[in-house]
Every structure is written in C-alpha cells, then in structure tokens.
C-alpha cells in the first residue's frame, strides 16, 4: 500500500524487516559533519549543539548502536560507515529540504515558536510539506536498522513526526522521543499549524522526554486540551486507529547532562593545563576572565550581556586593563534571516565595545566566531573567573554543565539564567533574569568580587549536582523507562518463505499438488487479477483466462471440493467478469462482500464472523459517510465513494492543498472511531465497519466447508494476509516475484491455468 501524501498512518501497516541494531538513535545532525576540502577529500568534523555534546558520548558506550542522521552538507548521503564503535547511517537532504525542511520548518518555525516567540515564527505551508517529506526520509532510514524488539530513540524538535511513522513500519520496537528544547505553554503552541499532527506524531512513542517539568506539564496540556485525550497524570490514553488498540504513551522529565568525568579528567592534563595559562598570557595577564560561549542564537541572549558590560564599561563599574570578556560565537543556521541580522548586531556591538573601550593592542570583547574543540574548550573554562549564561529560553544549556565539570579546582562563578532548563538543578549559580539589564549587571559585578571560600561552597554544591548527574546517568533513566513503558507487539514481522522470482521445481509443485488432492474435503480458493486474469491498465477491460475459469468450475462439481474467487473487486463487479455457477463462492472488498453460499456450506459460520454487517455496523457507516461528506464539501473536488462495508474519502482531484487538509481532518476524525479500520493510500482514505482481509475470508470460508486444508492462489500484498496463515497441509502459490509467505512460486497466469487444470485432473482421479 501507498503512502504517499498521507502524513500519519494507522493500524494496517506494511512492516519493515528487521535490522541489527538493538539501539538506533535517530537525529538531524550525525555527531559528525562532512566538509569537502579544497582537495576533494572529506573531512569529518563534530557537529554543533548541545544534542551530540551529551548523545555521542553516551553511544560510545553501546554494543551495536546505530545513529541514523544528516552529514551536515547538500545532496546524495554518504554510504553508512562505522566510526567510534557505532554504525552511522547517513540520510539525504537536498538544497530544497534544507531551506525549507531545516532553514524553514524546523528553524524559523519551530525552534522561535518553542523559544517562547523570541523572534517572531514564520508559518509557510510549504515548509510544512518537507518537514513531512523529510520527517518520513529520516523514518524510513531508521526503522529498518533496530534488530526485533529493539529501541528506537528519536531527538528533537526536527523529527516530531518520526515516532508515529516508524511505529507504522516496526510495531516490534520500543519508541522513545526527548524533546532537547523546551516545549512551550499550550497558548504559544496552538499558534502552529498542523499542530495536531505534530502531537499525533511524538504519540507514536511509547515514552515522551523533556528537559523541564514545565516542558512535560505543557506537553500533557496541549494533548489533553487541543486532541482531548485522557491524560492520567504522566500517562496519555491514545485512541487506536482502525483496528488497532488503546495505548498508552507516558511523559517525563530527564533533564540531559554531559559526560562529566571526561570533561573532569581533562583539566589533569598538562597540555590542557599550560593551555589554560598561555591563554591568560595572550590576553595581557587581566586580573579577571569572563567567558561567554554559545551557538550564535538570538535564545542565548548575547545581545542582553554585550548591552550589560557595555554598560559596565561606559559607567566605569569594569576597567578593561584588569578584566577581559571572551566571547565565542559558534556559527549556526548562518543563511536563516534572524540569525544573520543577530550576527550583525552582535559584530557592530563588539566592535562599538572595542573602539570606545579596548586598552591598545588588547580587546575589551575578545569576540570569536568560529568553534573550538573540546580540549580547547575546557582550557577556555579553566582559564575563565567567570562564565554568563544569559539565555532568554533554552532547554538545557551544557555550557553551564561543562563549566562545572571543568572546575574540579572549585573556583569560578557561574551566572546563569533562570530561564535555562539547567537552572533547575543548578540553584548554587548565581542566577538572573537576563531581560533585567540592571540585575545582570549586579551579578555580573557580584560574581567579579565573590570571595574565594563564596566561589568555594558554591562551585562544591553545583559538582555534586553535575557530578552525579551526567549524561550516562540521564540515558539510563531514560531507556530504563523506556523498557517499561508501552508494550510493543513482540509479534514478529511475517514469515518470508520465499524471495526473488525463481518457480519452483515442477517435481515439488506436482507433489505436493498430489499430496494435496488426497486430503478428503478441499478449499480451493483464488485472487483474480494477476491470476486467473492477467493485470491490464483499464479495470475494466479485464480478459479472464477462461480454461482457468472452466478448471475452477469443474472443480467446484467434484465432490468434497469447495471453490472460491477472492478480489478486491467489489462482488458485483467480480461476479460480471467471472460469471460463475452457484456452487462457486464469490468474495469481494477483499472479503468485506462475500455472496451466495452452496446450501451445503454453514452460512451461520460466515454469519458470526467478521465478514458480515450488523445492524450497528450499518448505523455507524452512515454516521461516517455524513461526515466524510461534509469533509468532502469544505475541500472542492474531493468526494465520498460508498461501499457496501466501507466509506472512503477520494482526494486525487482536490484544488490545492484540499487534498492534504481533507486528509488531515479525516484521520483526525479516525482517531474518534477506534472500531474503525481506517487504510490511508495514495490520495484515499478508506473507513471499513468491518475488519477483515482476504485471509479472514479464508479462514471463514475453510471453516463453512469444514475444509481439511485449502489451496489459494495469489499474486498481491493483499494475498499475504492468506498465505500468512498457512496450515501444515495448506497450500499457498504465490504468482509473480517478490517476497512471500507462499511455500510455492509460478510464474504467471499461464502456470496458474495449468495449476487449476493438474488439480482437476488429480482430484478426479481421486473420485
Ligand atoms: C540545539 C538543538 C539540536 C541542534 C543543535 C545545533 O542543540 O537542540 O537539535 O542540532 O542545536 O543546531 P544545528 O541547527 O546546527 O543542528
């Protein structure tokens, strides 16, 4: 099946076969970039951002961890490659996804809107069309990589949709999603479009992690209040679609952490160490260092701090001879328009600081705006009296961890904004509103003149907290309840007994043909396009191979042999191509319309099965076709086809973007009719009242006849449904390639008439 244009999916799902991996991580960065060199030759460096910082080093802990994710650059992806003991697995991102899908959706949508609306977010449906395109891209990639039963772990707000799409795919993994940013208050998120699919999809995870209790408590807000689902605590009861049944996703806190005994462990280092002093050197020997450092982001709120030491320089409060501030600015998203317009600021400010206020041949503001390594970077925090995190909303923040870590010496002050997620734990910082100029500037000058036994007691409470809190620890707690939450179908994907395209031997097939017709009461059951009649363009124009059909027909006379024909095709329109006698079964819409029975069949058996209508089934497919058809008129050009069991939405001929809204509000109405098997296709969603399959029929027909074993002919995935059901004296004949859970192969509908007529001639031998 299909699924294109359709952004989530339900319970009938074509499942991916499973890979090797017990843990895939699934982000949009991998922890390393690719960069072309002047020579042609690629380098790899470590990818920017918080999210690598603590997740590469909890991967080089894991046996058989895979890290599904963008190499940073354009165009076609690297072949997957293993590097520090785990599997990468590049995923592809053309110029267009990046502009829209990552430039766009993700960065000038998402992350503004989940930053409590800093910069204004910019909504463009375009935009939203590659999320979905790219979202599915990265799921695709991913789900079939975990070995069976495995983890699948997704990160950030980029991938939002991924848990729902690789559940459709691999309902024998256990889904997680953490959210690395905030989550904001449900009055900011009801701002998005297609919000509610954005929430439909993080629900594909059996766990939802965030930073922040607040980011948890708005998440459980914005599903309650905007989907309506009933929320116990930290557990959300998800309506299943179709089919499928009520789950439960659970939410938590797990505030993310770094890898702080390696961070530790390296201000032991002498290198480091001299580092450290020669940057003292190199900056004339101030009597004080302070340090920013962050991805140039307008959340960090770089702006707020240049304007308070400014200021702090202008009124004399700081004599630049004694005190320096390092700024580093990690480029980032440098061709998004906000974060252009923030380098600007930020560069003219720096450069009014220097030329008011820089001592000749030494900055006020030594301003960097290029990244720095981590054995660099720990140098820089050994070196530094004083570090500002200012940010105005951020999930976390490492570099306030990192610093901690970097100080086993416990001297250092750490000014850090209450509106950083670390602020939570890290109450011993001195912690400021940054939007209160005045205030940070009395930390700033607080911290410059905390006594060394003040700096003491406090850099000792913030290791104890960063010390036992590191990253290792969160991704413990994290996939410690991930395994006990949600309860993934250990049910394996189906059986595949045969691939490729190769008949089987005709030695084989006659024998078991032989061993078959034995048996004393037969099933003999078949598809009809692509079997009995080879497949053409126009339905309609359908030639029937008519030897094939007069084989099945005798069959159907010969004692202890039931025979049927099993389509998609709606039984009328079989029976008009077919036009067979009475003692030959018709099943139609893939046995949702079975038809008249040979009275010596037990009707009562088709009757209690799933097959037939009930008068509720009928009730409820009419409350559907009302409101699938009011669907239709709000969106010109779509329309309701009506089945004897089934309602379905056709949007192939929508104007603009009607056919996905239609799509849209018809599976949020699906998340309402769980008794409902709701089967999105290529520009259809189909609502069934009765839940069956061409192998349900099978089974309901093989009982009716009280059939020893069946026999069933079939050349489509639909067909699987049967052959997955296979008894140990059934007899399954796939026709055509591909993989099968048939234990036979022919090759066309030539082989499929001589099939029929062998079993004729068999089985009267038999009479
Ligand atoms: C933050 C986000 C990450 C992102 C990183 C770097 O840490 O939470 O998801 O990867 O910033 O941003 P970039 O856009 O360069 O990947």
């Given amino acids: 099946m299909s699924r294109e244009g359709v952004p989530l999916s339900t319970s009938s799902s074509v499942q991916d076969r499973p890979g090797e991996h017990e843990l895939v991580v699934v982000a949009n960065r991998l922890p390393v970039d690719s960069r072309t060199l002047p020579d042609g030759a690629t380098e790899w460096v470590t990818s920017p951002g918080g999210l690598v910082t603590a997740m590469e080093s909890v991967m080089r802990t894991i046996d058989s961890g895979a890290w599904v994710g963008w190499a940073g650059a354009p165009g076609e992806a690297p072949e997957p490659f293993d590097a520090d003991g785990m599997s990468l697995y590049p995923v592809r991102l053309d110029q267009e996804d990046i502009e829209r899908y990552y430039e766009g959706y993700s960065n000038a949508t998402l992350w503004p809107l989940y930053h409590d609306v800093i910069v204004a977010p910019e909504f463009h449906r375009g935009w939203w069309d590659s999320y979905l395109t790219a979202n599915r891209r990265f799921a695709a990639a991913a789900a079939p990589v975990a070995a069976p039963g495995g983890t699948i772990w997704v990160h950030d707000y980029q991938l939002q949709l991924v848990p729902r799409m690789i559940r459709d795919r691999r309902s024998d993994v256990r889904i997680g999603f953490f959210n690395h940013i905030p989550f904001p208050p449900v009055e900011l998120f009801s701002q998005l479009p297609k919000r509610n699919s954005i929430l439909r999809g993080l629900l594909g995870a059996d766990l939802v992690g965030f930073q922040r209790e607040s980011d948890s408590l708005n998440f459980l807000a914005a599903v309650r209040k905007l989907l309506g689902h009933h929320v116990d605590g930290m557990t959300i009861s998800v309506p299943g679609i179709g089919a ?42 101030p009597e004080k260092i302070v340090l920013g450092a962050d991805r140039l982001d307008y959340t960090k709120g770089i702006r707020h701090r240049l304007k308070a030491w400014g200021e702090l320089l202008d009124d004399g409060s700081i004599d630049p001879h004694d005190t320096v501030i390092i700024q580093i600015a990690t480029p980032s998203r440098e061709r998004v328009e906000s974060y252009r317009q923030l380098r600007d600021e930020v560069e003219l400010t720096v450069g009014r600081i220097n030329g008011e ?24 925090f050994m070196a530094a009296d004083v570090v500002l995190v200012t940010a105005l909303r ?20 750490l000014v850090l904004s209450e509106f950083a997620g670390a602020a939570d734990e890290l109450r011993a910082a001195v912690l400021v509103n940054p939007h209160d100029i005045d205030e940070l500037k009395a930390a700033i000058l607080r911290s410059l003149a905390m006594p060394p036994e003040e700096q003491e007691e406090a850099m000792r409470s913030l290791r104890h907290q960063v010390m036992e809190h590191d990253v290792q620890f969160w ?248 052959f997955a059901q296979l008894g140990s004296d059934d007899v399954g004949v796939k026709v055509g390639s591909g993989d099968t859970a048939a234990q036979l192969r022919i090759p066309d509908t030539e082989a499929a008439r001589d099939l029929l007529r062998r079993l004729l001639e068999l089985r009267a031998e038999q009479s």
């Fill in 475 to 722: 991704a413990h707690q994290f996939l410690e309840n991930l395994t006990a939450s949600g309860s993934p179908e250990q049910e394996a994907a189906p059986v595949i007994r045969l691939t490729g395209d190769a008949p089987s031997d005709p030695v084989e097939l006659d024998a078991t043909l032989r061993d078959f017709t034995a048996v004393p009461r037969l099933l003999i059951a078949s598809d009809f396009d692509g079997v009995l009649a080879p497949i053409v363009s126009d339905r309609d124009a359908v030639q029937p191979d008519h030897a094939a059909l007069t084989a099945l027909r005798r069959l159907s006379d010969l004692p202890g042999v039931a025979v049927a024909l099993v389509s998609g095709r709606a039984l009328a329109d079989l029976d008009s191509h077919t036009e067979m006698p009475s003692s030959v079964v018709l099943v139609g819409s893939h046995g949702a319309e079975v038809g008249a029975l040979p009275p010596w069949m037990q009707a009562e058996v088709l009757d209690k099965s799933a097959l037939s209508m009930t008068p509720e089934a009928e009730e409820q497919l009419a409350a559907i076709t009302t409101t699938l058809r009011r669907i239709a008129r709000a969106h010109p050009g779509t329309e309701v086809e009506t089945k004897p069991t089934a309602a379905v939405l056709h949007t192939r001929n929508a104007k603009g973007r009607g056919g996905i809204n239609a799509t849209e509000s018809a599976l949020e109405y699906a998340t309402t009719l769980p008794e409902v098997t709701v089967t999105p296709g290529k520009e259809v969603v189909e609502f069934a009242v009765v839940h069956t399959s061409k192998g349900a029929a099978i089974d309901a027909l093989s009982r009716a006849s009280a059939a020893d074993a069946w026999l069933y002919l079939g050349d489509d995935i639909t067909d699987e449904s049967v």
């Fill in 244 to 285: 499928a049944p009520m789950r439960e996703v659970q939410v938590q806190t797990f505030p993310i952490s770094i890898d702080s005994s390696a961070v530790s462990a390296l201000t032991e280092d002498p290198e480091i160490r001299e580092r450290a002093a020669q940057l003292r050197r190199d900056l004339g020997d």
């Fill in 357 to 380: 206020h820089a001592p000749l041949g030494r900055p006020a503001v030594s301003y960097q705006h290029h990244s720095f390594d981590r054995r660099e970077m720990t140098a820089l």
């Fill in 394 to 413: 951020d999930g976390m923040n490492l570099v306030a961890k990192e610093y901690v870590a970097s100080r086993p010496d416990l001297h250092g002050v």
